[in-house]
């Protein structure tokens, strides 16, 4: 069975602060895909990466993909308020969406 | 719809009761989701529409469960006899293709209740 290890799993942080979740598995992923859920709502799509070793960056977040495909970092700089939600990361190796493999997210919470 | 759009947001049902959640995805998109998020747990497939059949039903905990899409368009998941297990947020998905290089757009979910 495949699975996403996601941590931490809860994060509270004060405003300016850096922080860094991990998505990890010990299996390979064609693609992996970040999505962060804020309560009352659905996960959004933020990014997705299919090449070992790439980075991505969407202003204050960086991404990136393991050399071997099987793990995945997320870093926020400068964190903010707005930032705080549950931070997914889902796998996918069947080319079709609906055999992603889903973490169990992490939980962030930013405080001003 | 500019979204996919999920009703009712919230439902409280008394045990045993069946309760039906409704998804619009958006329009044109030819694949959609159905998922279960509980409490503590990850996102949970149940099933999954490529136009109106339902080639995989493969994450359906039980023979309770079942769900139908028309006219390329609207879906039902339907749970007969609700248990309190059942308790959840319900999210429905879709997106253009079904192929991974296709973005899956969330709804914004049914929270269901069952006391």
């Known amino acids: 069975t495949q699975l996403l290890e996601q941590s931490p799993q809860f994060l509270s942080i004060q405003e300016g602060e850096n922080l860094t979740v991990y998505c990890n598995s010990s299996s390979v992923f064609s693609s992996l895909q970040w999505y962060r859920q804020e309560p009352g709502e659905g996960p959004v799509l933020l990014v997705t990466v299919v090449t070992g070793g790439e980075v991505k960056k969407l202003k204050r977040l960086t991404f990136q993909f393991g050399d071997a495909r099987k793990d995945s970092s997320l870093h926020i700089t400068a964190a903010q308020p707005g930032d705080t939600g549950l931070y997914l990361c889902?796998?996918?190796?069947?080319?079709?969406?609906?055999?992603?493999?889903w973490g169990l997210g992490t939980s962030l919470a930013v405080n001003p | 719809g500019a979204g996919v759009s999920q009703s009712p947001s919230n439902k409280v049902t008394e045990k045993g009761k069946d309760v039906e959640l409704r998804c619009d995805p958006i329009s044109g998109h030819t694949a959609l989701y159905w998922y279960r998020q509980r409490l503590g747990q990850g996102l949970e497939f149940l099933i999954y529409f490529q136009g109106n059949s339902a080639p995989d039903k493969s994450g359906l905990p039980s023979d309770r469960f079942s769900a139908e899409r028309t006219g390329e368009s609207v879906s039902t998941l339907t749970i007969q006899r609700t248990q309190q297990e059942d308790s959840a947020v319900y999210l429905c998905?879709?997106?253009?293709?079904?192929?991974?290089?296709?973005?899956?757009?969330f709804g914004e979910g049914s929270w269901l209740t069952v006391v």
């Open positions: 998905a879709s997106s253009l293709y079904p192929g991974s290089g296709n973005t899956i757009y």
């Open positions: 889902a796998g996918n190796n069947a080319g079709n969406n609906r055999k992603l493999i």
